[in-house]
């Protein structure tokens, strides 16, 4: 008889517990439903706020770009040129011992050290004494990766000659200081080339003079003609030193080993402006206008259904 009650009570106990497992999962699934549903509607609403306030919205787009349109108009275009310097080298003479040889081609003023002498003596980037006026060079740089010994001048102004017209004057500067260098060290292998002439010169008129003085001494002055003949000798190999030398001092000053400073690239005529960029300008005032305009609408939506709200209680 007890075991039969217990049976029936855990049964009781069983279809309650499902029947409330039921209705739980039935409550979960409404409440899903719902949040659903409120997600759809204030996806809704949002649009139609949207709609609502359009006017704002289009006037805040509008008046973004009327704004950056007449920025755009009272701002002064600038114009930037470019140019590329080709260092120019001179060939360098070593010395081994009494014979010459050619060393490698040394460079009238390195890259770097242009770069940074350029960029003291125009201030680029530099607006510790305030800020510069046009025409200004706006950047000076090495091209080690394509050029080893090429240099990239560029200049800005508020027009496209105005921005030729002064890198023209910066670049001929430079070119000028340069081949004053270039000529200095020409002058020098010059002389250096003229000094082992006069002594190949000067070897030769000694030679013809112990020819003669050997040809004209007789028998008793045998011992001074083996001092003549030696003393020949040693001028004989003293010439092909001196012809070798002048070799090396010509091959430097070949075109292969000594060029002067030119220009790669001429200054360029810009077409369009670097800055302003209407278009990007224009665009991002575009996107501002738009981000203030919805931001407006939403807040002068909340704004009405506030007073709404207090105006009803």
Request: aromatic share 4%; net charge neutral.
């Amino acid at each position: 008889m007890s075991d039969k009650n217990s049976t029936d009570q855990f049964g009781s106990a069983r279809e309650m517990h499902e029947s409330m497992d039921g209705r739980g999962r039935a409550t979960h699934g409404a409440v899903a439903e719902e949040a659903v549903q409120e997600d759809e509607i204030s996806l809704i609403d949002l649009w139609r706020v949207i709609v609502k306030r359009k006017k704002m919205i289009i006037g805040s787009l509008l008046l973004a770009l009327l704004l950056v349109g007449a920025w755009l108009a009272i701002t002064k275009p600038v114009y930037e040129s470019r140019a590329v310097i080709g260092i120019g080298q001179v060939g360098q003479v070593g010395q081994v011992g009494q014979a010459g040889q050619a060393g490698q081609a040394g460079q009238v003023e390195t890259p770097q050290l242009l770069v940074q002498r350029l960029k003291e003596e125009y201030r680029v980037k530099d607006e510790s004494e305030g800020e510069q006026k046009f025409p200004l060079v706006k950047d000076v740089k090495t091209m080690e990766k394509s050029l080893p010994n090429g240099v990239e001048i560029i200049a800005q102004a508020y027009s496209a000659q105005e921005a030729q017209k002064f890198l023209v004057d910066v670049a001929a500067k430079v070119i000028k200081q340069h081949q004053k260098l270039f000529d200095l060290a020409r002058t020098e292998q010059q002389r250096q080339l003229d000094s082992l002439q006069n002594e190949h010169d000067r070897i030769e008129q000694a030679l013809a003079l112990i020819e003669h003085r050997v040809s004209s001494l007789v028998g008793s002055e045998a011992s001074l003609a083996g001092l003549l003949t030696l003393q020949k000798d040693l001028l004989l190999q003293r010439l092909p030193q001196i012809e070798q030398q002048q070799t090396v001092v010509r091959l430097a000053m070949s075109e292969l080993q000594s060029r002067p400073t030119v220009l790669l690239r001429q200054p360029t005529l810009p077409i369009n402006p670097v800055k302003p960029k209407p278009g990007l300008y224009l665009a991002l005032a575009t996107v501002l206008g738009l981000m203030l305009g919805i931001f407006g609408a939403f807040f002068a939506e909340f704004i009405g259904k506030t007073r709404a709200r207090m105006a009803v209680n």
